[in-house]
């Protein structure tokens, strides 16, 4: 699509003209800008960039309440099908992708640049050693230690 064309065309239409529906799935796939985070990027007529799975929501949903993520049911970052999406707290979108398994967890074995090991976070939580001495043991700061005693690091474990 021509930069003069776009312009003239409403915001509605060219969302629409930059998807494609993927009949397997039922996703209207964003073939248009895309951050490297693989979200759709939508210029607005004045410019401003927003994320395209947003504006969808907005013109075939409604409005975003204050404080709320567009989050998708598809898990699929440039689908903009108004179907897949949803209106969530930060932290429901963040549960969303726990329950999911989308989130990075784990240690070398599933997850490569983690420095510890499911085994290490044990042994740093039964240990009676300070946390000084931990970190300099496991190659981590001392405040990585007692937010994995504190639970606040690998709580899942």
Known sequence: MSDARAVSMPAEARLLALCMPEPNSGCWLWIGTQLKSGYGNFRNEYGMAEGAHRVSYR???????????????????????????FAGTRLENVQDAM?????????RLNMPQAKLTTAAVLAI?????????????????????????GRKRWAYL
């Open 59 to 85: 013109f075939f949903v409604g409005e975003i309440p204050d404080g709320m993520d567009v989050c998708h049911k598809c898990d699929v970052r440039p689908c903009i099908n108004p179907g897949h999406l």
């Open 99 to 107: 329950n999911k398994g989308r989130t990075a967890r784990g240690d």
């Open 125 to 149: 939580r039964v240990s009676s050693e300070s946390g000084n001495a931990l970190a300099s043991r496991y190659n981590v700061t001392r405040k990585y230690i007692y937010e994995i005693r």
